[in-house]
């Protein structure tokens, strides 16, 4: 497994996204996430599972520290009193005293970076997680809440696969010593799949398209992906990536096709995003 070391952070460079499943689904899906290798698993007070996830982590033989638990909290809830709540209900629900990565889930709508920052430290300061991050962070607002944080910021986590220009991002994320973690990495199962350079390159390497996106995904510095799968044989095909590479022409020809510029999660409360 490639593990990212970023600002003092070890990340498994492949985790599993958990958006979506919930209940007993979830539980059965992270257990068996955990029992073919995933080491790192991404959630958020958003996504409604954390109950499951901490149910899943409880039951695992899999000893607690070898497991890179990430949580969010929702922009709405990044001001005094409320953001505390979040984190110790976030904690309360996955039954953790601390989590290794707590992310602001998406910019807040005020301008009080210096507030956004201050809270997100007193977290790690106070142990509830051993590195803190942000997501949906432009190269504009990461600048100025990497120089507003007195603890460094490890991750920045955003929409990221073929199709997406992520090059400003990217370097800025590098600039500071971070890892880019690559959320919606199979652009949500869908039109890539079929894209023909990446049907070619699986057929030539014997892969699927899912292996030859991951594995574009995992041939970047500092960068990782968290695939979402609810169908427990896509866990094991997600995670076999490191017995082939793709070669420098492979990785160009696939980044090509990020001229098309497409967005999946675009929301009235989106930042101002960079122009490639
Ligand atoms: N920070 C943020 O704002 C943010 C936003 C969005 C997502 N996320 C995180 O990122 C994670 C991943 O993003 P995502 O769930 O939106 O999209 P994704 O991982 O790009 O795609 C998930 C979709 O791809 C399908 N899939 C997975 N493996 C496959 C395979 N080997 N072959 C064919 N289809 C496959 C899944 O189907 P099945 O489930 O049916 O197998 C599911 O429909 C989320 O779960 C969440 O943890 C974060």
Redesign the pocket.
């Known amino acids: 497994m490639k593990v990212l070391k970023a600002n003092g952070a070890e990340i498994p460079a492949l985790g ?6 919930t209940g007993s689904q979830c539980v059965d899906i992270v257990l068996r996430a955990l029992e073919v290798g995933y080491r790192h698993i ?3 007070a958003f ?1 409604e599972n954390e109950e499951a996830i901490g149910a899943a982590l409880a039951a695992s033989d899999i000893p607690r520290e070898e497991i890179f638990v990430t949580t ?1 909290v929702w922009p709405s809830e990044v001001q005094e009193g409320l953001f505390q709540r979040s984190v110790e209900a976030s904690l309360n629900r996955l039954a953790l005293d601390q989590v290794d990565l707590l ?1 602001v ?2 910019p807040p709508q005020n301008d009080h970076i210096d507030e956004w920052a201050r809270l997100l430290c007193d977290a790690a300061k106070q142990g509830q997680t051993r590195h803190i991050g942000v ?2 962070f432009t190269t504009g607002l990461l600048d100025r809440m990497v120089t507003a944080c007195d603890v460094p910021l490890v991750v920045n ?3 990221n ?1 073929p199709y997406l220009d992520q090059a400003k991002i990217r370097a800025a994320c590098a600039r500071h010593g971070m890892a880019l973690m ?8 869908k039109e890539l ?1 079929e894209e023909a350079v990446i049907a070619g390159l699986a057929e030539k390497h014997s892969r ?4 030859i996106v991951l594995r574009w995904h995992l041939q970047h510095d500092d960068a990782g ?7 427990p044989e ?1 866990l094991i ?2 995670i076999s990536l490191f017995d082939f590479e793709l070669s420098s022409e492979e990785m160009a020809q696939i980044n090509l096709l990020a001229d098309r510029n497409l967005r ?2 675009e929301y009235d409360f989106s930042p101002v995003w960079d122009v490639p």
Do not use: M
């Open positions: 599993l996204g958990t958006y979506a499943l991404d959630t958020a996504y969010k992310l889930h998406w997501s949906n986590q955003v929409e696969h690559a959320y919606c990495p199979l652009q949500k199962g799949f699927t398209p899912s292996q992906a968290i695939p979402k799968t609810a169908t896509r095909e997600n999946i999660c």
